[in-house]
């Protein structure tokens, strides 16, 4: 939200947004992106009807924020931290499962809204014929280095490398699937 919204908190937008079914806007980069489909599973989850503009990409979405055409954006913290740090926009609430040691004030959006959680991630992948261990050993100096990074630590990006990176992946990939073709199809949106 921008700082001056007349919504002060999550729990301010669900009310709202359920008093007055398809008033509040919502930008994202795009159809499909990862921050349409977290205001998606949000409306779902949350039972909000909310009117969804796509841009162009977020930058576009942040700038129609900004000029008071839309009225919200869920996007992620590299996106958005400095906005909120230097007082221009109000974190509303963070997608993972806690709240991020950068913004200890914001709540995570499952603590109002059971079962909401969207982060971004990544994973690598190899061919087969890639060494398992020289993969490995790559991964973990690119985590190490981009550690290293003080814009990384100040944006909210967190590194998770498991003990067997490929099983983890795997898991998660799994774990991700069933809630996304649910949503997915839902949407009308279609693998092109």
């Known amino acids: 939200m921008r700082a001056d919204s007349p919504i002060r908190d999550l729990a ?4 709202k947004a359920k008093a007055s079914p398809g008033k509040y806007t919502y930008g994202s980069g795009g ?3 990862g921050n349409h489909l977290g205001a998606e599973l ?3 989850t949350a039972g909000l009807d909310l009117l969804h503009v796509p841009f162009r990409g977020i930058s576009l979405a ?14 992620n913290a590299l996106e958005t931290l400095a906005h909120v740090r230097d007082g221009r926009m109000r974190a509303l609430g963070v997608g993972g499962a806690a709240r991020m040691p950068e913004l200890p004030d914001v709540p995570a959006i499952g603590e109002q809204v059971p079962g909401y959680v969207m982060t971004n991630w ?4 190899r061919r087969a014929a890639c060494r398992r261990a020289s993969c490995e050993i790559a991964v973990r ?6 550690r290293r990074r003080p814009q990384a630590a100040r944006g909210g990006c967190q590194h998770h490398h498991a003990g067997d990176a490929d099983d983890a992946l ?3 990939m799994e774990s991700e699937v069933p809630r996304w073709k649910q949503i997915i199809p839902e949407l009308g949106l279609k693998v092109e």
């Open 42 to 44: 949000l409306k779902r």
């Open 141 to 146: 100096a690119a985590c190490r280095a981009q």
């Open 170 to 172: 795997r898991a998660r």
């Open 12 to 15: 301010d937008l669900i009310a």
């Open 62 to 75: 942040i700038g129609a924020l900004y000029a008071g055409d839309i009225d919200l954006v869920v996007t």
């Open 122 to 125: 990544y994973g690598c992948s």
């Open 31 to 33: 159809v499909g992106t």
